[in-house]
Structure formats: structure tokens, C-alpha cells
């Protein structure tokens, strides 16, 4: 069984940064990738920003050039710096990871409880 916790989560003002954090943990062999997904009451979850075996990051539109993705491979650790954020960005984040449990196999692909980011003055 693979676990994720997430950390960081909290109340900032419109402005505002913070770091959440990832770890993975469990039987975990090759883990191929880490991300974050976020969910807003009434809304579908969206991607907020991956990051793969080779570091390439992938972002949602609407989070470009605010939130930056980092990824310790050696600890299977995904962080996401937020800084300037905006009310819109009120939601549960969500951590994600997909990897082998051992190889070849089996894969999985796991989340989070998710830790609640909200963005009011």
C-alpha cells in the first residue's frame, strides 16, 4: 500500500505563499510521477502541476507563473510553491502519485487526504 500526507495547507491573504509538501511512502519501488490536483466545492478537480521522472513540469493555466512544482526524488517528496495567491485558488489540494509498487509491477496510482487552502483577507 502506497500513502501520501499532505502538509502546508492554511488561511493567507489574497497575496500570500505557501509551500505544501508531499511525502510518499509505502512499497514503493519506481516512482514515476508526482502532482498536484485541486478541488473547489461545486467544481471538477483540475491539475494543478505535475512533475515526472525527469523533472519536466507540467501546469494548469490558470496557476502559470504563480506556483511552482518541486520533486526529492531520494525521498519521494513533491512540494508546491504558491506565492501570489488569489481567492480563486480556495480549494482542497490533493497530492497524487503513480509508480511501481515493485518491478515489473504492480502500478499504482495514489492520493492524498488533500489539505484545505483557503485565500481571504
Known amino acids: 500500500q502506497v500513502q501520501l500526507v499532505e502538509s502546508g495547507g492554511g488561511l493567507v491573504q489574497p497575496g500570500g505563499s505557501l509551500r505544501l509538501s508531499c511525502v510518499a511512502s509505502?512499497?514503493?519501488?519506481?516512482?514515476?510521477?508526482m502532482g498536484w490536483y485541486r478541488q473547489a466545492p461545486g467544481k471538477e478537480r483540475e491539475l494543478v502541476a505535475t512533475?515526472?521522472?525527469?523533472?519536466?513540469?507540467n501546469y494548469g493555466d490558470s496557476v502559470k507563473g504563480r506556483f511552482t512544482i518541486s520533486r526529492v526524488t531520494a525521498t519521494n517528496t513533491v512540494y508546491l510553491q504558491m506565492d501570489n495567491l488569489r481567492p480563486e485558488d480556495t480549494a482542497v489540494y490533493f497530492c497524487?502519485?503513480?509508480?511501481?509498487?515493485?518491478?515489473?509491477?504492480?502500478?499504482?496510482?495514489?492520493w492524498g487526504r488533500g489539505t484545505q487552502v483557503t485565500v481571504s483577507s
Open positions: 509505502g512499497s514503493i519501488s519506481a516512482l514515476i510521477a
Open positions: 512533475t515526472n521522472r525527469g523533472h519536466s513540469t
Open positions: 497524487n502519485a503513480r509508480g511501481y509498487e515493485r518491478m515489473p509491477g504492480p502500478h499504482f496510482d495514489a
